[in-house]
């Protein structure tokens, strides 16, 4: 195990002072080590240090372009940063230098979902899930693009499967009362809304969308 693969442990057992030891160590051994300056904008990143992270990411790309985890890296702190236009730029480059693995789908679907286009968010969530099924972020993240596109269908079966993955998921539950809601069943939205207040009596939209529900229910009577 070499600097790099022990400061990444460090890092993920919350030994940050240990990590950047080792890296600092690696870069002055190696000062063209590309992985070690991605690392340690990794770190910088996780500690809240994100201009220096930038920084650091900045010299990965100019020692090895090729490096699709620093354009990664640098990403994620541009949508930290609310900057989501530069973020799905920085991810699609990770995409075209090989990065392939279900997070770097995620986040960019999220960040056309925080710009809200929903559209271009589809394809991107839709990949993420299709690499990491287990992924319920992801799926309802999904649903909800769907479900904002008025595939609304399709949007209830990604809920669903939220739920079969998370049976405590409020909000999977409130965004399939809206669903019903929107297909004109009352009673089933009502019965969503109500399973989501179970879970989370403090849902605002789940008690207003109850409160609609029963008031079309009452008009019926």
């Given at each position: 195990?070499?600097?790099?693969?022990?400061?990444?442990?460090?890092?993920?057992e919350g030994n940050i002072e240990?990590?950047?030891?080792?890296?600092?160590?690696?870069?002055?051994?190696n000062p063209k080590d590309a992985v070690a300056f991605t690392n340690f904008?990794?770190?910088?990143?996780?500690?809240g240090e994100e201009d220096r992270a930038i920084v650091f990411y900045d010299k990965a790309i100019e020692l090895d372009e090729s490096l699709a985890t620093a354009y990664y890296g640098k990403g994620n702190v541009f949508f930290n940063k609310d900057s989501f236009k530069e973020a799905v730029d920085l991810y699609q480059e990770?995409?075209?230098?090989?990065?392939?693995?279900?997070d770097v789908y995620y986040m960019t679907g999220m960040s056309y979902y925080q710009l809200g286009d929903f559209l271009r968010s589809l394809p991107s969530l839709s990949r993420a899930i299709?690499?990491?099924?287990?992924?319920?972020?992801?799926?309802?993240?999904?649903?909800?693009?769907?479900?904002?596109?008025?595939?609304?269908?399709?949007?209830?079966?990604q809920f669903e499967k939220v739920l079969e993955?998370?049976?405590?998921?409020?909000?999977?539950?409130?965004?399939?009362?809206?669903?019903y809601a929107?297909?004109?069943?009352?009673?089933?939205?009502?019965?969503?809304?109500?399973?989501?207040?179970?879970?989370?009596?403090?849902?605002?939209l789940a008690a207003n969308g109850k409160k609609q529900m029963e008031e079309i229910l009452g008009q019926e009577d």
């Open positions: 195990m070499d600097r790099n693969q022990k400061a990444v442990k460090e890092m993920q240990e990590a950047a030891k080792l890296l600092n160590e690696a870069i002055e051994e904008g990794n770190l910088l990143s996780a500690v990770a995409i075209v230098r090989g990065l392939h693995e279900g299709e690499l990491n099924p287990d992924d319920k972020d992801a799926r309802f993240h999904y649903g909800m693009c769907l479900a904002q596109t008025e595939q609304i269908d399709e949007a209830v079966e993955q998370d049976e405590n998921h409020a909000d999977s539950y409130f965004n399939l009362g809206v669903a929107f297909k004109d069943d009352a009673h089933k939205a009502l019965s969503m809304f109500n399973k989501a207040l179970k879970i989370q009596p403090e849902h605002a």
